[in-house]
Every structure is written in C-alpha cells, then in structure tokens.
C-alpha cells in the first residue's frame, strides 16, 4: 500500500476515520519496532496498547507501560507485538516469581501483583461482555477469589524425550515445543513436588501427554498408564458430597475455590425438575438432585458420564438420571419451559443449534457457566431478547492467567 495521503485502491470516502485507518494500517506494515503505552487488559491477559488507532496486542505487558515492542504481525486492522524494552513500568507490575515465566505457555500474569490482576480481569470480562455482548447498563457483578498459589489440583503435563533426555513441562505460548519444569508454584504442593520425580519414570517412546489429578489424602491418578504412577479413581471432597473421578475426566482445577462454585451455580433455588448440560462427572447434578425432585445430567464423555452415574448411586440419589450422549444430538428431548437448566460449555461456548434450541425452550432460569468470556458474550447476546441478567459472578479460578468462570444466572423475561 502506498505511503501518500490517500490509498487511491480503498474505497473509504477520503479524509473518513476509515480512509485514516486504512492509512494507518498501511504505515503498521513498514514498522518493526514501536514505543507505546498499555491502555488496559482484555479478556485473555493480553495488553492493549494502540498505533493511529489500531489496537496492538501485547502478551505479559501492563496497563500504564511504557514499552519498545518488536511487531510479530500486522494486520490491516490490528498488530501483534512482544516486549523489547520496559521504558516505564505500569502499576503493580513485579518481577515473575517463577523462573519459567515468559518462556513456559502456562501462565500469562505473574509480573503482576496478584490483587491488581483479579481488578484487571474483572473490568476486561466487562469490557467484553459489554462490547460483544451487548450488555449495557451496570452489570450485577460480584467477584470471588481465593488463593493465588498452590491452588491447581490438575494438570496436563507434555514430554520431550527428543533430545535424549526426558523433559517433562508445559507446551511454550505460541508453540508445541515443550519447556521443562522442575518447578511450578500455581500446583497444588502434592503435585508441584512429583516434578522432579516425574523424568525418571517416563521412558522414550512413552505417552507425549501426561495427565495428572491430585485427590483426597494425596492420591495420585495419571492417564494414560504409566508403570510406578497410580491411574485409578481417586475422591474429592467438595462441600458435604464427595465425587470419584480419575485424571481422564474433566474436573475444575482450583481445589479450594470448588466449594464457592458449586455454591454460586447451583443457588438457592428448588423444585420439581432440573437439567445439567456439560454435566462432567456431575459437580452440579449431585446438589442439584438434594434441590430438585427429578435432575437429567448429560454429558459427552463416556467415561466421566460413567462416574456421574457411580456418583449418583454412592450418594443414594435414585431422582438422577445421566444421559450419556452429545447435547447436540440430546437437546431436543429438552421439554418446552423447563423449570431449571445449568450450562456449563467447553471455551467454544454453546454451539449455534444448542443455543436455538435452548431459546425455543426458554427455560425459566438458565444459569450458564463459563470459562471464554468472549464465547459466554456471544450466547448471552442471542439469549438477551428472552433473559435478563439476576446477576454475574466471576470467579477467579486461574490465578497468574488472563482467564476467569463466569456464572451468569438468568430469568425469563415475563411477557407483557
Ligand atoms: C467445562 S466442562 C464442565 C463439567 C462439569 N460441569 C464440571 O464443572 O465439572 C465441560 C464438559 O462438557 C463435556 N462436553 C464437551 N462438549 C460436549 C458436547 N458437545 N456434548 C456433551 N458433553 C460435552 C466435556 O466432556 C466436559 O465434561
């Protein structure tokens, strides 16, 4: 693109905001190097600091920096870009506790102070639900946090075994390579101390993945198999129910945030029938089934499915019926208006028949649980017209990262 007042190719009227974008953006294409300042964050963790304009994204930077950033890609309408210099630092900024921070993909916020990152996801999730989701107005938001270390429970470990050695790490941020670890101090300590254990049990030519789940009394699962590594059902306590699971099911990770969870989606409310959706091996069914007469727990995966029904069975609760099967092939056995529904996706949020379907059923309260919130702002968007928000609660389950769970609880609009 030319470098003369006005791309003679654009059909943006000359002199609009859009004829200045465009020339903007043809400038961004010949830079490398920039000074900027870190506006915010957004919904992620990255910074966002901006050239003409354009925004620039800037993993692991802070609002109030001013920094020399290399581009790593330019778009017409937005760059990407990583830290040469910290010309200034922001607020709160702090030197990362952890030595692997910056090379390891695992954690995106530990240069900043861990009340300050709470503050800045709490506004970014805003930004976002506002922005995508069109909601307007002040949001009823309440904030839960809890410890900001030795908090993760579970974890998905990847080996290198390529340069002869056994390395046994996290994924790098924008690659598969693997960054070993001996240490990793958002673990729960059970876990964090089989690091150093961990290479003299994998052998080359052994699983690339390592999943690995830490349950009542130190009990150790692991998938797949490993010889010297236990892989069986292990029990967590939340609350006053206890589930069994293993480390191939999904399960939250942050163990002493679980109880405030299961506490804030499952809610006060009680009655006749309930439905639990992305059901796992059943956090939400099983206080459901104490709450309501009849509960219907679906979920995809076999094998958590198949715990959720154990589960059910442990605790006695014949009203609990799990459905082993795809919403997406489940959903219309939905009845019309039902009284209760939970929802609790995978980041991909609710899949564009799932969400028709659940808006012709309308039931009367819907509680989504969610862990993206860009994908929760799309949903809540299509379900705006019929729900209306009784309240968001965010819920930092993933300290030292950009994401956060949101439970939005919400009511059928009355007609007239
Ligand atoms: C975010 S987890 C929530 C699990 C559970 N609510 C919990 O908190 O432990 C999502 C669950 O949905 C399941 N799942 C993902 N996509 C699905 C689909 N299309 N149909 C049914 N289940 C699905 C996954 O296996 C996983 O157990």
Known sequence: MSDTPENPTSSAPPGSRDSQRERAGARLATLDELEVEVEKLIAGGD???????IPIFIPRSAPGDRLRVRLVERRPDYGRAEILEILEPGRGRREPPCPFFGRCGGCDLQHLEDDLQVELKVAAVGETLRRLGGLGGKLPVRVVAGPAWGYRMRAQFHI????????????SRHSNEVIPVDRCPVLVPELESLLSTLPGLLSEGGPRRLDLLVGEDDALSSAPVVPGLPHGEVKLQVGDLEYGLDARCFFQAHRQLLPA???VAVGRWSGEEAYD?????????????SKYKR???????????????RNARAHRL?????????????IEELPENPERVIVDPPRSGLSRRVRNVLGAKAPTRLTYVSCHAGTLARDLRALSELYSIEELVLLDLFPQTGHMEVVAQLV?????
């Open 295 to 309: 509960v219907t727990a679906v979920e995809g995966d076999r094998v958590a499915a198949r715990f959720a029904r």
């Open 47 to 53: 910074g966002l600091a901006r050239f003409e304009g």
């Open 318 to 330: 014949g009203q609990l019926e799990v459905v082993s099967r795809a919403i997406e092939g489940w």
């Open 277 to 289: 959706l992305y059901a796992g091996v059943g956090l939400f069914s099983l206080p459901l089934a």
């Open 160 to 171: 290198d075994s390529a340069q002869g050695a056994i390395g046994v790490g996290y994924h």
């Open 261 to 263: 969870l299961v506490e």
């Open 412 to 416: 059928r609009r009355t007609e007239g």
